[in-house]
Every structure is written in structure tokens, then in C-alpha cells.
């Protein structure tokens, strides 16, 4: 399938990712079928999307002729079959769950043609493994957002091992012309990209507090205030580049002995999650909560992140000037 | 040539499970002239209760036993002591109730286990792949298929050659005469009702390592089973059986050769058939 054949897509799942995904394609154009085993989640998907879109629109980052459009691009399925009628493209965003994925997947084989392109949002769980039992698991690709997915610009395309490169490279363009970044993932690898690199920068942060080396703030601030500055602008291999590639081994050299190498979760980890002090939901983990502070950093968090890339697609089309 | 076997099998299974939850609708209705809206939902409880009971004891073949038994005892009881008290108002009502009975147990399930689709795995030999004509298909819906061909054999067997089932289809055609012959027809009704239910959550237990369990799964099927039963005709088993092939079948390939409009093709098929034939492939004009 060509990338200019897709014009329907179908989503799976209208929770928290689901509708900021279905919003993403709906905002281009594309007629959305979105589809929910829970009716209320389902039914409350549009209004939750005008909201997503009137936080664009104050920015005036969409008119309102386009807001209107996106949510007449949009059509609610109540059954999977209804759902998968016509759709070049569908899109999983259910709870990540392996038997849970492979169970959609298998009837979304049933009621779909075999060119019909399956994508899974998972943040890590193995696309040849969701496909491994499917009669065409070659047009199953691995379609990571990030949350929230109307938001954040960078989509992982995942290459399973049974993947085509042809239906590899209609969703990667495909991804393009809705406006996302979308990163090629060539390896089926737990974690795939960004994962891997945000964790091994966790692991590093929740061992510098356990070895009592800072505080969490602290820890937080570093990355904010410092080398994390750069990060929307600068890469880790671009920096690495710009420091001096010599200058990046004599650091190595020296440093990586000390630095934590822990392949299980750290004790400190452990001890939070044994206590249920799991963060957010127990108002308590690394940082004490209240329902305000945590109602206020997520209502800035849009704005904020609509700002900073707002501010990166300016600096980027300079750079390629 | 593989495509074409994969759909015709994909179709197979899923008449198979639409046979299940349609075959006792259609007894029910033949009989006591009542569309049962509460029949899917009796086909998603038993398919929590498996989630449960899976979850519990890890034996699958004990669900497959235990949460149709649960059913058919629930069944009896809504008809015992529910459905029985409103026969006498009329249809409107006893429809009513069965609507309210959906409801009900749709916000039990939510209430129960919340509004998340909950996966099942089955494990053991199940869990594997059969190879077919150079086709690998999984283990499981051939399992699915073969349920439902033998719970059809077995259901023929009592309605054709036993007594039981001489008064069943007695009480399908004319359940006065049956009643004024001196059968007990409350039983009867009770008995089939609850049969049915328990066909219902057979399919509901099949269903859940088939298509995931979930609060949706209840109105999703309940949409099929109605066109099988309009199409084959009230009241009748073997054209739910038909019915059921072709709804399978024409899904399939439905979705294999006109992707854009495989969902009106059955509800094209159901007008064609009520032109030509009002009362179904096999219903009796009334």
C-alpha cells in the first residue's frame, strides 16, 4: 500500500493516547474511526479533543475553521468490525498487555484484507512477538508515541522481524505528512530508542539519590537547568561530536567505572514501591504531591511542551537555512 | 489459494461462536415469543466469570464446564422469577425486562471488574498452531470449531430424538395446545430459556481467548445474532445454523474483497431475505 492510498485510519482504544492519536491524523485531513470497548470513554473522546485543540487554538496554532474540520474528520465506532470498514490503516492503542494486543490483532486479521496496514502503539513491548501468531505479519509495524501524542513531535516506526520495508516506509511517510518526526527503529529491541536512552539516564538519576550523592530537586535541576538545554536543539551524538570524539573517550575512560551498571531495579526503587509510595497516585514518591501542585504541572505541561517545540521548528528551519 | 482458505476459515469460527449465542435466541424466541435483549449479556458475564475462574484455579477446561452451568442456573432463575411474573402483561414488558436485564448485569460487569479489556491466556496444547494445507492456523479457533459443531449435533440430537425435545419443538409451534395437553410449559419455557443461556455462555467462555474480554463485547455480538436469527428465521435451528455460515462467511470476505462496505453487505443480505422471504430462510409464516 502507497501512502497516498491511506485516507481512512482506524484507532483502537480512545484513552489517554488513543484520542491524542486520532486527533494527530483527523487535524490532516484523514477520516478517523475511533473505536472503544467503553461507550463513556468513546463518547467523551471528541469533547476531550476540542479541549486538546482550544489549548492549540489560544496559542493560535490551528484556526478555528480547522478545529471544526478535525472533529468533522472524526467518527466514533462502537464495534471493532464497524470500525475496521474501509480503513486503509488502524492504529492499537490499548493497555499494554501482550495477550490483550495479540487478541485485537488477531480480530483485526479477521476483518480486514490482508494489505490493510496494523499498527501497534506500544511503548515496549515486542512487535514480532504481537505479530508472531498472525497469518500476515508483514504489515504489522510498531507505531510508538509519545505522550501526549498531539503534542510531542517524535514517533518511533518500529521494524518487527517479520516487517515488509515497503509497509515500513509507507508508515514512516505516512508519519511525515501528518506533521510528526518519526524515527526509524530498524531492530525489534525492548525499549526501542527512546526508552532505552530515557531509562539509562533514570537508572543513573535514582542511584545518585540512593547513594545520597543529591537531592531528587537537585537531580531534577541539573538536567532542566543544564545539559537538558540543550537536548531539544542538540542530540547526545551531535554534543558528543561538537565536544570532540577524543575528548569523549578520555571521559569514558575514567568515568564509566563509577557510573551504576545495575541490570535489575534499584533497591531504592524497590523500597518506594514496597512502601506504595509509587509517585503521583500516593501523592508521595520521589517528591511529596498535592492534588493542586499535581492538577498545575499537568496543565502547564501542554503548554509548555507545545512552547518549547513551537520554539525547536523555528530554531531547526534556521539551521537548515 | 492460502488467502482465500485463511478467510473461509475465519469465517467458519466466527459462525461458529454467532451459532452459539444465536441457536438459544432463537429457541427462546420461537417460543415464548420474546426477543431476549439480556442474551449477549449472559454470553459476556460467563466469559468474566472464565476470567475469574481462570485467573483462580488456571484451568481452562473447568471455565469451559463450570461458567455455562453458572448461566444456565442464572438463567432459570431470571426466567423463574422475573420473566414468569411479567408473562402476563404482554411482549412490551416481558422486552422491558429483558432490556433492564442487560443494563443490569452491563453495569455489574463494569462495577466488577472495571471498564479495562482483560486478556485471556489458555496455555497448553490450545495455545499452539495447526498446519493445514500449507496454512498454520491456530490450534484454538479450530477448537472454537469444533465446540460448536458438536454442541449443534448435540442440541439436534435432543430436539429431534427425545421426548424433551418433542415438547420443546411442540411448545415452539403452539405452546396453548402443548399446555392444554397437559405438559408442564413453565418448565419447559424455564428449561429452554436457561439452555439457552448457558449455550450463551458457553460461547461467552470460547469467545474470551478469541476476541479479548471486554464491556463491549456483549452489544458487538448481539448486533449478528439478531441478522442470524432475522435471516434464518425465527424460532429455528437450522437456519440458525445457514445463518450463521453466511453471516461468517460473508464477513469474511466481505472484508477480503469489498473492504469499504463489508459491514452493509450483511445488512444487504437480511434486506434481500426479508423481500423474498418475510418469516426468514426457514421461519414459518405466522
Known amino acids: 500500500m502507497k501512502v497516498e492510498e491511506i485516507r481512512n485510519i482506524g484507532v483502537i482504544g480512545a484513552g489517554l493516547m488513543g484520542h491524542g492519536i486520532a486527533q494527530v491524523f483527523a487535524l490532516k485531513g484523514y477520516k478517523v474511526k475511533l473505536f472503544d470497548n467503553d461507550s463513556r470513554v468513546l463518547k467523551s473522546a471528541p469533547e476531550r479533543i476540542r479541549n ?16 471544526e474540520d478535525c472533529l468533522n474528520h472524526l467518527q466514533l465506532s462502537h464495534t471493532l468490525t464497524e470500525m475496521c470498514e474501509g480503513v486503509e490503516l488502524a492504529i492499537e492503542a490499548v493497555s499494554e498487555n501482550l495477550d490483550l494486543k495479540r487478541a485485537i490483532f488477531l480480530d483485526l486479521e479477521r476483518l480486514t484484507p490482508p494489505q490493510t496496514i496494523l499498527c501497534s502503539n506500544t511503548s515496549g513491548i515486542s512487535i514480532s512477538l504481537i505479530s508472531e501468531k498472525l497469518q500476515f505479519k508483514e504489515r504489522v509495524v510498531g507505531t510508538h508515541f509519545w505522550n501526549p501524542p498531539h503534542i510531542v513531535p517524535c514517533v518511533e516506526v518500529i521494524k518487527s522481524q517479520f516487517g515488509s520495508d515497503e509497509v515500513f516506509h509507507t508508515v514512516v511517510e505516512l508519519m511525515k505528512r501528518v506533521g510528526k518526526e518519526p524515527v526509524r527503529v530498524l531492530k525489534d529491541v525492548p525499549g526501542f530508542l527512546g526508552n532505552r536512552l530515557q531509562h539509562a539516564l533514570w537508572r543513573e538519576a535514582i542511584s545518585l539519590v540512593e547513594k545520597g550523592i543529591a537531592d531528587p530537586e537537585d537531580i531534577d535541576r541539573v538536567v532542566k537547568y543544564g545539559f537538558g538545554l540543550r537536548l531539544p536543539f542538540l542530540g547526545p551524538l551531535e554534543t558528543a561530536d561538537l565536544a570532540g570524539l577524543d575528548l569523549v573517550y578520555d571521559i569514558h575512560q575514567y568515568l564509566f567505572s563509577d557510573l551504576e551498571n545495575r541490570s535489575t531495579p534499584s533497591s531504592l ?53 | 489459494m492460502n488467502i482465500t482458505t485463511i478467510f473461509i476459515l475465519h469465517g467458519l ?12 435466541l432463537t429457541l427462546v424466541f420461537g417460543m415464548m415469543n420474546v426477543l431476549n435483549f439480556a ?54 414488558h416481558e422486552l422491558l425486562l429483558t432490556f433492564g436485564i442487560a443494563f443490569i448485569i452491563s453495569e455489574v460487569v463494569k462495577w466488577v471488574w472495571g471498564t479495562a479489556p482483560l486478556p485471556i491466556e489458555i496455555g497448553g496444547f490450545l495455545d499452539g498452531n495447526v498446519t493445514l494445507r500449507g496454512v498454520i492456523y491456530p490450534t484454538y479457533r479450530f477448537f472454537v470449531l469444533f465446540c460448536s459443531i458438536l454442541i449443534g449435533f448435540l442440541m439436534s440430537c435432543l430436539l ?45 467462555v470460547i469467545s474470551g481467548p478469541l476476541l479479548s474480554i471486554n464491556t463491549g463485547m456483549a452489544t458487538a455480538i448481539l448486533v449478528d445474532a ?8 425465527f424460532g429455528s435451528l437450522i437456519g440458525a445454523v445457514v445463518a450463521s455460515l453466511m453471516i461468517g462467511q460473508l464477513q469474511s470476505f466481505g472484508a477480503l474483497l469489498f473492504p469499504k462496505i463489508s459491514l452493509a453487505l450483511i445488512y444487504l443480505l437480511m434486506a434481500i431475505v426479508l423481500i423474498a422471504k418475510p418469516s426468514g430462510l426457514f421461519g414459518e409464516k405466522k
Not at chain 1, 492534588?291 to 521548528?313: F, M, P
Not at chain 2, 469460527?13 to 438459544?24: E, N, R
Open chain 2, 13 to 24: 469460527v466466527y459462525a461458529g461462536l454467532l451459532f452459539l449465542v444465536s441457536s438459544g
Open chain 2, 39 to 92: 442474551h449477549a449479556s449472559f454470553y459476556m458475564l460467563a466469559a468474566y466469570f472464565s476470567y475469574s475462574l481462570l485467573r483462580w484455579t488456571g484451568n481452562f477446561w473447568l471455565c469451559l464446564l463450570v461458567c455455562p452451568f453458572l448461566l444456565f442456573v442464572i438463567g432459570a432463575l431470571i426466567e423463574r422469577f422475573l420473566l414468569r411474573r411479567v408473562h402476563v402483561f404482554g411482549h412490551l
Open chain 2, 226 to 233: 439478531f441478522v442470524v436469527i432475522v435471516i434464518g428465521g
Open chain 1, 52 to 67: 486538546n485543540l482550544q489549548t492549540l487554538l489560544e496559542m493560535r496554532l490551528v484556526e478555528f475553521q480547522e478545529l
Open chain 1, 269 to 321: 526503587l524497590k523500597r518506594l514501591v514496597d512502601q506504595k509510595t509509587i509517585g503521583v497516585k500516593a501523592k508521595k514518591g520521589f517528591y511529596h504531591w498535592t492534588d493542586e501542585s499535581i492538577k498545575q504541572i499537568i496543565q502547564q505541561r501542554d503548554k509548555a511542551l507545545l512552547k518549547i517545540t513551537e520554539v525547536i521548528k523555528g530554531l531547526n528551519r534556521e539551521k537548515k537555512q
Open chain 2, 160 to 204: 429431534l430424538k427425545t421426548r424433551m425435545g418433542i415438547t420443546v419443538r411442540s411448545a415452539v409451534d403452539d405452546s396453548e395446545m402443548v399446555n392444554a395437553l397437559g405438559v408442564n410449559t413453565p418448565r419447559v419455557f424455564m428449561f429452554v430459556f436457561a439452555l439457552g443461556a448457558a449455550l450463551s455462555g458457553l460461547a461467552g
